[in-house]
């Protein structure tokens, strides 16, 4: 099993920077990729960017160029650098991790607001 924790989310005024952390625990070595997804109040949830072992990221379009996503494997350790938010960036942001063998499954987090006013 593995448990998520997010943490970093706030209100912030539209055109600063914020940081999201989420720390994995439990079978953390049976982690094959982790990301990050968000929802907006009255939309459905959507992908943000993922981090899938061996280097390769993938990217929402509307993220694409401000946000950064990043992993510590040491510190078990998924980051969301969040460059020029917008108002439309607020939403509820959810870290995921896809387990592996022993640990497979599709684990959540319970989730950070990120409030973004102009």
């Known amino acids: 099993q593995v448990q998520l924790v997010e943490s970093g989310g706030g209100l912030v005024q539209a055109g600063v920077s914020l940081r999201l952390s989420c720390a994995a625990s439990?079978?953390?070595?049976?982690?094959?990729?982790m990301g990050w997804y968000r929802q907006a109040p009255g939309k459905e949830r959507e992908l943000v960017a993922r981090?899938?072992?061996?280097?390769?990221?993938n990217y929402a379009d509307s993220v694409k160029g401000r946000f950064t996503i990043s992993r510590d494997t040491a510190k078990n350790t998924l980051y969301l650098q969040m460059n020029s938010l917008k108002t439309e960036d607020t939403a509820v942001y959810y870290c995921?991790?896809?387990?592996?063998?022993?640990?497979?499954?599709?684990?959540w987090g319970q989730g950070t607001q990120v409030t973004v006013s102009s």
């Open positions: 439990g079978d953390s070595k049976c982690i094959a990729s």
């Open positions: 981090d899938i072992s061996g280097g390769s990221t």
């Open positions: 995921n991790a896809v387990g592996w063998g022993a640990c497979f499954g599709d684990y």
